[in-house]
């Protein structure tokens, strides 16, 4: 059994600071780095890109809304166009920085609230991974296991990663919790690494209510903005890698 384990990062901005990216570097397997729209610039981007290739990291394009304030966390309705051209936009921009690092853009993560619409509306997701694949025919794309993001993955024929998360809850339908609901966020390292094990040896996620939805786990998230970040992503790590699971890069597959 294996699995890999990514972060998202590279979300500081300016002097503003935004989670522990160099101690995550060197717990996690795949990094998923801020274009500069919802956070990040574009010296965050090199200076965590340089850091993601000398740690052996894979990196991978994290775009988002044009939402600094909101972090990217805020809906926002755009048209098909727009939000194909705020994917590439954003893509050929980690692209371009990843070159400059030494690295390579290998996958492709919507963040926030694109994300999580994406995962309900298979329109949205289309118009994303579509424009994605315009530019790099050969991402792989991060999906939100079990969701209409993922269903579209293999419409399109993509390479995808299944993404679950160590630090949300579930509804039964596959998506997340709203951060505004009670429990949505989980913050105890502790029980972290046992939930995903669980997943994993489950074959599926389990829901808030208990349910398990059945899907393929390829990698697992822990959000680097979270204070409980760093301890949340080792304590994940040690327990899978003690359970016998190792930790790797997701190679994508197709359906």
Same mark, same amino acid.
């Given at each position: ?5 990514? *972060? ?25 780095? *801020? ?69 390579? %853009? ?6 926030? =609230? ?14 994303? /991974? ?11 794309? %991060? ?16 390479? /995808? ?8 809850? /579930? ?12 429990? =949505? ?47 949340? *992503? ?22």
């Amino acid at each position: 059994m294996q699995v890999d384990l990514n *972060a998202d990062m590279g979300e500081s901005f300016g002097p503003w600071r935004m989670g522990d990216d160099d101690a995550l570097l060197k717990i996690i397997t795949s990094a998923n780095i *801020a274009c500069g729209f919802h956070a990040g610039d574009a010296d965050v981007m090199a200076n965590t890109m340089r850091l993601a290739a000398a740690n052996d990291v894979g990196i991978g394009a994290h775009p988002g809304f044009a939402d600094l304030q909101g972090f990217g966390r805020r809906r926002i309705r755009l048209s098909t166009e727009e939000l194909g051209n705020m994917v590439a936009y954003q893509l050929g921009a980690a692209q371009g920085m990843a070159r400059l690092a030494g690295g390579r %853009v290998r996958h492709l993560k919507l963040h926030g =609230a694109v994300a999580n619409m994406a995962s309900e509306d298979a329109a949205i997701a289309r118009a994303c /991974y579509a424009a994605a694949l315009k530019v790099d025919p050969d991402i792989i794309l %991060v999906t939100l296991a079990a969701t209409a993001s993922e269903a579209t993955a293999r419409d399109l024929g993509a390479a /995808y990663a299944n993404e679950i998360f160590a630090d949300r809850a /579930y509804n039964d339908d596959a998506t997340l919790v709203d951060r505004s609901q009670p429990g =949505a966020v989980l913050h105890d390292p502790g029980v972290a690494g046992l939930r995903m094990e669980q997943m994993i040896r489950a074959g599926g996620i389990v829901t808030q209510s208990g349910k398990t939805i059945p899907c393929r786990i390829d990698t697992i998230c822990v959000h680097g903005d979270s204070p409980d970040a760093v301890a949340m *992503a080792g304590a994940v790590r040690n327990h899978l890698q003690g359970a016998g699971i190792t930790l790797r890069q997701f190679p994508g597959q197709r359906a």
